[in-house]
């Protein structure tokens, strides 16, 4: 064959083919299937996971479901295909026309909390023929604790065996906190020799202590350099506990301690708790700032950080804390005692109780230098142990193979 010709054959060829030319082997399709509400850690986390997967042979595309948003926060160079569908498929074998339109060679579930996807998607995977399926799961949900009828009972055993089923068609699933994998596996029957732990990471690059950075936050707030400043990046909404923050900062300031609350996210619960707060006349205590796209400002100005929460996978926030140097105080749920040592680099407590939240707040605002040695604590195990690059290769690995 003549260089014209070749040339002339190379040209006839669809991308992928001309991939088999030069690398031997066909470009393979990988696709991430998201239901989102709003954009929160699950997102974030999916987005810092695809720009780096970005190499040859690969096809990255994210399905989504409800609101599209990645579009806007993945560069075009990515070459990332976004696929927009407004609702999900409402039986199985819609799930298996989806699949086959896409083709891909590896389906990845995004669980940004256990129960987002119906127990068919999977078993929709599985009968279109995609051979590798994975789930990422970030969080459970706790169910309700108020008596049931029978009827939700048996609902609620049934779901749980659709569960089972669904999760026992993954290949892997990819849990962010030990205590994820043992609730899955203790409460919901996935299968335990299929489950990875890969703890989520943060960039130990752009979270730096600096506190430089935080000085117009200060100035915004009117807050003097000295101040005692807590701030709480979290969604307002029933989940994140913001009620008891507020009522905890309320009993601190009546002791007396100079203590000023940032909170920074929006949410449901935002006018209730705007209410709340200036309910207890804390307006000159407690500021809502509102959902920031950076939240490093906030970080480096203050003094600690704290997250009331009643269920958690283990929060991107407080990886973010520690990593910026903050002492965090945080509730024992999830995997939030997997990255804050109790006294190290934070403080753990129960969760819903306000005067142990009050404890925490008080004693770090009254010990600065027990406050400045779980600072620089607070950064080293963030280094040591949740480097988003070494996370980011974990989960490669697992799905790639």
């Keep these: 064959m003549s260089v014209h010709e070749r040339q002339m054959m190379e040209a006839s060829l669809s991308p992928d083919e001309q991939h088999r030319v030069f690398f031997g082997h066909a470009r393979k399709e990988i696709l991430f299937v998201t239901r989102i509400y709003e954009f929160g850690g699950a997102e974030r986390h999916l987005i810092d996971l695809i720009r780096r997967m970005r190499e040859p042979g690969l096809q990255l595309s994210i399905l989504c479901i409800g609101t599209d948003c990645y579009s806007e926060r993945l560069s075009p160079d990515l070459g990332v295909r976004v696929i927009k569908r407004e609702g999900m498929p409402g039986s199985v074998w819609g799930w298996v026309r989806l699949f086959r339109a896409a083709q891909p ?77 043992n609730s899955l596996v203790r409460d ?17 690059s752009e979270f730096v202590p600096l506190e430089s950075n935080g000085v117009g936050i200060r100035a915004k707030l009117r807050l003097r350099p000295d101040e005692f400043m807590l701030v709480c990046a979290a969604r ?12 905890a900062v309320a009993r601190v300031v009546r002791d007396g301690v100079c203590c000023k609350c940032v909170i920074v996210g929006d ?65 024992d749920v999830g995997g939030n005692a997997e ?44 280094c040591h142990a949740f480097d988003i690059e070494s996370s980011m290769a974990q989960i490669k690995r697992v799905i790639l193979g």
């Design 105 to 181: 060679d590896v389906v990845v579930f995004i669980y940004s909390w256990n129960g987002i996807f119906p127990w068919i998607a999977s078993v929709g995977a599985w009968l279109a023929g995609i051979r590798r399926r994975f789930s990422i799961q970030h969080l459970i949900l706790p169910g309700s604790t108020k008596p049931g009828s029978i009827r939700r009972v048996v609902r609620r055993m049934f779901g749980h065996v659709k569960g089972r089923i669904a999760a026992n068609l993954f290949y892997a699933t990819v849990c962010v906190s030990h205590e994820l994998e």
């Design 188 to 204: 919901f029957g996935f299968p335990a020799k299929k489950m990875r732990v890969i703890h989520n990471g943060v960039s130990l």
């Design 236 to 247: 307002l909404s029933e989940q994140k506990g913001i009620d008891i923050l507020i009522q």
């Design 267 to 331: 949410g449901p619960l935002r006018a209730q708790l705007v209410e709340q707060a200036r309910g207890m006349g804390l307006s000159g205590h407690v500021f809502f700032e509102g959902f920031q796209e950076d939240v490093r400002p906030y970080l480096q100005a203050s003094s600690a950080f704290v997250l009331t929460s009643h269920s958690e996978g283990l929060p991107l926030a407080i990886l973010e804390a520690m990593a910026c140097g903050l002492p965090c105080i945080v509730t």
């Design 339 to 382: 990255a804050i040592t109790h006294q190290v680099d934070g403080l753990v407590v129960p969760p819903g109780s306000v005067d142990a939240v009050a404890d925490a707040i008080s004693y770090l605002a009254t010990h600065p230098h027990e406050r400045a040695q779980m600072s620089r604590m607070a950064r080293v195990r963030a």
